[in-house]
C-alpha cells in the first residue's frame, strides 16, 4: 500500500498539526499590520505646517466636504496619504435611498454613513476646519457624524520628555491604578435613600 493512501489514523494526524504550528525557524519578526497604531498611540509625526498658515496642517485626518449643485461629497484625508475614506450623495447605494442629492436628508444620512465608515475602520478623531453656520444643512451634517461617536479634536502629539523636565506625561499605553476612577459600591444605605 503506498503511503499516500494509507488511511488517516489519530497518530498522523496529530503529527501533521504540529508539524503545521511549530515554528519553522527561531527569529520571530513583527509586522505591524495597521498603519494607524502609532496614531493611535500619540507617538507618530504630525506635521505642524507653517504658523501662519490658516487653517493650519496639524492634523493626522482632517473632514473635507464638497457640495455640488447636484451631489454633496465628503472625505477624510490623511495628511501623507491623501482620501481615506470618502461618502458622496453620487454613490449608487446611497442615491437610491435619497429623495433628493442635496438636500438636508442627503447631508443628514451623508454624515451616518461616513460616521459608520470611520468607526468600522478605527478613525474616531479627526479635524475639521469647515465653518458652518447654525441651522445650516453643513452644521446637521457636522452633527450627525458627532452624534454618531466621531469627534472633531485630535489628541495632541505626545512628546519625548527630557531628563529635566519637572512634568512627564502618562504614556497612553501604560494605565496606573491611580488614572482609574474609583466606583464606589452601593450601599443598602444608599440604596434605600435612593428610593
Known sequence: MSRSARPLTSARVLHKIKALTTPQSSEQFVVNRNPRN????????????????????????????NTSGRYVSADVKHYENGTILSASTAEWAIKQ???????TSA???LGRVLAQRCLQSGITEMTCNVDAVAGSKLQKLLQTLQDNGVSFQEPTRLVN?????????EKPWEVSEQSIPATPAKTDA??????
Not at 520628555?161 to 506625561?169: E, L, V
Request: no cysteine; proline share 6%.
Open 190 to 195: 444608599t440604596k434605600s435613600k435612593q428610593k
Open 107 to 109: 447631508f443628514v444620512n
Open 38 to 65: 502609532l496614531e493611535r498611540l500619540r507617538i507618530a509625526y504630525k506635521p505642524s505646517g507653517y504658523h501662519l498658515e490658516k487653517p493650519g496642517r496639524s492634523y493626522w485626518h482632517t473632514l473635507e466636504i
Open 97 to 103: 435611498q435619497l429623495y433628493k442629492t442635496n438636500d
Open 161 to 169: 520628555s527630557q531628563p529635566w523636565d519637572a512634568y512627564r506625561h
